[in-house]
């Protein structure tokens, strides 16, 4: 991936805005815009705010590594709390799957007792 579509990725992960992303690096919107577009690139030291603002490398951000995070247990910890979000979001399909198929039940139920 290019710095290009890293930055737009990271961005829409954080949930920030060109606007946000400026006033958190103390530059113009239009700085953040011409990044997005290839025009222009960050210099060291923005890139090195960039990297810590998304928790990243500067080798990340700019396409030299595809490891994006700073440590291993880093790493890690990211892995556990995404796989803790899947089996939340799991158990609740569960439980909606389980209500819906009282429902339909009810309603076969129904069906059948009144198409006489």
């Not at 923005?46 to 590594?65: E, H, I, M, P, Q």
């Not at 909606?96 to 076969?108: D, Q, R, S, V």
């Amino acid at each position: 991936m290019t710095f290009v579509e890293r930055l737009k990725a990271l961005k829409a992960e954080y949930g920030v805005t060109q606007q946000d992303l400026a006033d958190k690096l103390n530059i113009t919107r239009q700085a953040v815009s011409s990044w997005e577009k290839g025009l222009n690139y960050p210099g060291v030291k923005t890139l090195y705010k960039l990297a810590d603002f998304f928790n990243t490398t500067t080798d990340y951000l700019v396409g030299n590594s595809n490891n994006r995070y700073k440590t291993k247990e880093e790493a890690k910890t990211v892995l556990i709390e995404k796989e803790t979000k899947i089996l939340e979001k799991l158990e609740t399909c569960k439980t909606e799957i389980k209500e819906l198929h009282e429902m339909i039940n009810a309603a076969l139920f129904l069906f059948e007792k009144f198409k006489n």
